[in-house]
């Protein structure tokens, strides 16, 4: 019997945006089970390399799109973990200042090398690629403004 | 000061495509707030209705690749709700059937129509959306091939 597609194409193209950011997900955790580290972790470890310096918590939470409660776990979890550190800036003392232990650096390299997202990304020819990040920086964009967040969120990349 | 990125090509496409799906769900679940509906329940409403006929607890886990126990939580709190209902198959009883109500219907209607997600898409030409589906499909493909996962598994859209 055939299927009854009622379905809005809109709807269509966000259901199958998601789907493929859940199994982003659910490869990068695999991936990521021996050291224990949740797929929103890995996401931090990669920001805080990535950004490089003068990295603080309500930035991290700008970039994760998440309460900064629950950043503020999620941090203190890695930072038990030996994943990153947490510095008073020398200036304004009521800042912390996040940055990378060398074993949070060893841990996002072996997650940049092993990561079998980039054999999902592999099947996309280098012009598809291209094409997929300008969709994405669009829809980034008209979702910022769809939900009035501040230039400053999400950020980078 | 500049920022350092030293980050991978890959990764960064990914970074971007799960921030484009976080916003997704911020939105919807905005729209969605004054009927206390999740984006997960969302996404089931617009399955059952796609899919039509026949649509079983088991085929909705493996569309929203999700664990049973939390799809029937799910299921269980749209019931109550009154958005679907759950009936007995005659032939199989052992075999529960999800419907939509006529509420759910309703609701799944309302927020196909005010979707500012829809709003996000339109920033895309008509090219460009053909472009995004295209590579989606194929990370998709990719993705259920690096899990494992059975053909079966997020079977539509």
């Known amino acids: 019997m055939s299927r009854q597609i009622k379905a809005d194409k809109n709807y269509t193209i966000l259901t199958q945006l998601l789907q493929v950011a859940d199994l982003f997900v659910k490869i990068r955790e695999r991936e990521m089970l021996s050291q224990n580290l949740s797929s929103t972790a890995a996401d931090i470890l990669f920001l ?87 969709a994405l920086k669009a829809l980034k964009e008209a979702g910022r403004k769809e939900l009035h967040l501040s230039p400053k969120m999400l950020l980078w990349p």
Do not use: F, W, Y
């Not at 490089?52 to 991290?60: F, L, M, Q, S, Y």
């Not at 998440?66 to 994943?83: D, F, V, Y």
């Open 48 to 134: 805080v390399n990535a950004i490089g310096h003068d990295v603080t918590p309500a930035k991290i939470t700008r970039m994760i799109l998440r309460e900064p409660n629950s950043t503020a776990c999620i941090l203190m979890r890695m930072e038990k973990q030996g994943l990153i550190k947490r510095t008073k800036n020398m200036e304004r003392k009521n800042r912390i200042r996040i940055t990378l232990t060398a074993r949070g650096e060893k841990v996002l390299s072996q997650a940049m090398k092993k990561d079998g997202t980039a054999n999902m990304l592999a099947r996309l020819t280098v012009a598809q690629q291209k094409q997929l990040k300008t």
